[in-house]
């Protein structure tokens, strides 16, 4: 496609219910890139997928969240027994890296999470 | 990790004005971005520059890595050019890094 989509664009859940989001990335792009982003956290990285390379974890807040990537293509960020905390702005980006060591990233539209 | 620091927090200026924004970052990068998130909360790519100059219009950016700090400057402002400019870093050696980003700017330009 022409940019990074990501659906659904608005979710609202109750506390307790588990929700995945949706990511797909510019055609072409071997790099994927999870952030969110919260009036008190600002615009904070989580997860990225580069490849076939394990993804390194260490960014997402806690072990409820997950994510998962299939080949080059698709990824969903999945958050069980969600809280009131994980409420915030979803984004996704994509790059090219690593050809040329090019890794401009550009990001979706965003998904607006709401945890009553 | 990489420390992102940009500046002014928050700049209202007269449409036609000219602008100078500011990020220090603390680390060598291999990336650095700057980004418009326009009031829908897109986030509009202005300029991919870890080093270097580039211009687009009205916008252009300066990175002078070795004293690791990042300038955007806006020329002749419109209203359109209101909203959070964000400076965005990912560490030199990381390959393909997620970025740190500042807390951003926020841009009002009043007519």
């Known amino acids: 496609g022409a940019g990074v989509s990501q659906s659904p664009s608005n979710k609202v859940t109750e506390k307790g219910k588990d929700v995945e989001l949706r990511c797909d990335p510019i055609s072409g792009h071997t790099a994927l890139y999870w952030y969110r982003q919260s009036l008190g956290q600002g615009l904070e990285f989580l997860i990225y997928f580069q490849g076939n390379s394990a993804p390194d974890k260490s960014g997402l807040p806690s072990d409820r969240f997950s994510a998962e990537r299939t080949g080059e293509s698709v990824s969903t960020l999945t958050i069980q027994r969600t809280q009131q905390e994980d409420s915030a702005v979803y984004l996704c980006?994509?790059?090219?890296?690593?050809?040329?060591?090019?890794?401009?990233?550009?990001f979706g539209p965003g998904t607006r999470l709401t945890v009553l | 990790g990489i420390q992102v620091e940009q500046s002014p927090p928050d700049l209202i200026l007269q449409e036609g004005a000219n602008s100078t924004l500011r990020c220090n970052f603390s680390?060598?990068?291999?990336?650095l971005q700057w980004f418009h998130q326009n009031p829908w909360g897109q986030l509009i790519n202005l300029f991919y520059?870890?080093?270097g100059t580039k211009q687009n219009g009205r916008l252009s950016a300066t990175t002078v890595a070795t004293e690791r700090y990042s300038l955007l400057y806006i020329s002749s402002s419109q209203t359109t050019d209101s909203g959070v400019y964000f400076c965005a870093v990912a560490p030199a050696g990381g390959g393909a890094d997620g970025l740190t980003f500042g807390k951003g700017t926020h841009l009002i330009i009043q007519p």
């Open positions: 520059i870890p080093s």
């Open positions: 680390d060598s990068v291999n990336n």
């Open positions: 980006a994509s790059s090219l890296y690593p050809i040329y060591s090019y890794n401009e990233q550009f």
